[in-house]
């Protein structure tokens, strides 16, 4: 299964841009790129997902590198209900359709 | 309406005993999860179940056993639980392809004493 690389934790300031890296350079090449984040005491929730292209939605937008081989999710004007652990996932092909979850990046949002 | 629901939320019980956990999901997916979070946050999967299909997390004791009565429904069934069996377990949902999200229920903090 291909694995994603986070960095543990991030500091940002409230109503500045955030950008969250994820390193997949084992990607294959029909895996989509999906983040999800925990809030605390919540279980995980969807944020955004993309292949190939660029993504944007109301939370957040993901920028994919041309190789694939990283990812980058973007949080616009970061808040304080956005302190959360992000955890970037590869949709595994493999049969139960399971999202495996790595360590993820621990977000603290500072006001 | 809650999309995925899990009760009870908060479960305390001593070891030995034998308990259950219930998801709901009103999605109309075709594929429901668990997943255990322990102490240190890490989100491990337990099962996945889609279309009668059970695959099972080589790692789980047989102790779990999840029981799907209906396609809206995926319970936990725990056998003679231990200390170490204590966790945050979550339940979710989602339609079978490689670019369908995933619902997760809230929750159901487990405490074995």
């Known amino acids: 299964d291909a694995k994603t690389t986070q960095p543990n934790s991030m500091e940002s300031n409230e109503e500045e841009p955030v950008h969250l890296p994820c390193n997949h350079s084992?990607?294959?090449?029909?895996?989509?790129i999906h983040w999800y984040r925990q809030l605390p005491s919540q279980g995980p929730e969807y944020v955004i997902h993309?292949?190939?292209s660029n993504v944007n939605n109301r939370m957040a937008s993901l920028a994919i590198a041309e190789d694939r081989k990283s990812s980058t999710l973007i949080l616009h004007r970061a808040t304080l209900r956005d302190a959360a652990v992000y955890y970037c996932i590869l949709r595994d092909n493999n049969a139960g359709n399971m999202l495996t979850f790595g360590g993820g990046t621990r977000l603290m949002v500072k006001p | 309406d809650t999309a995925v629901s899990q009760t009870p939320k908060y479960l305390v019980t001593q070891m030995g005993n034998d308990k259950s956990i219930k998801c709901e999901q009103n999605l109309g997916h075709d594929t429901m999860y668990w997943y255990k979070q322990d102490s240190k946050k890490f989100l491990k999967i337990m099962f996945s179940y889609n279309n009668k299909e059970l695959i099972i997390n080589e790692t789980v004791p047989n102790r779990f056993s999840p029981k799907s009565p209906d396609k809206a429904h995926l319970n936990l069934h725990i056998n003679s639980l231990e200390l170490g069996d204590s966790a945050v377990y979550f339940c979710?949902?989602?339609?079978?392809?490689?670019?369908?999200?995933?619902?997760f229920g809230q929750g159901t903090r487990l405490t074995v004493v």
């Open positions: 979710a949902s989602r339609t079978t392809g490689r670019s369908t999200e995933a619902f």
């Open positions: 993309g292949l190939t």
């Open positions: 084992t990607i294959s090449g029909t895996d989509y």
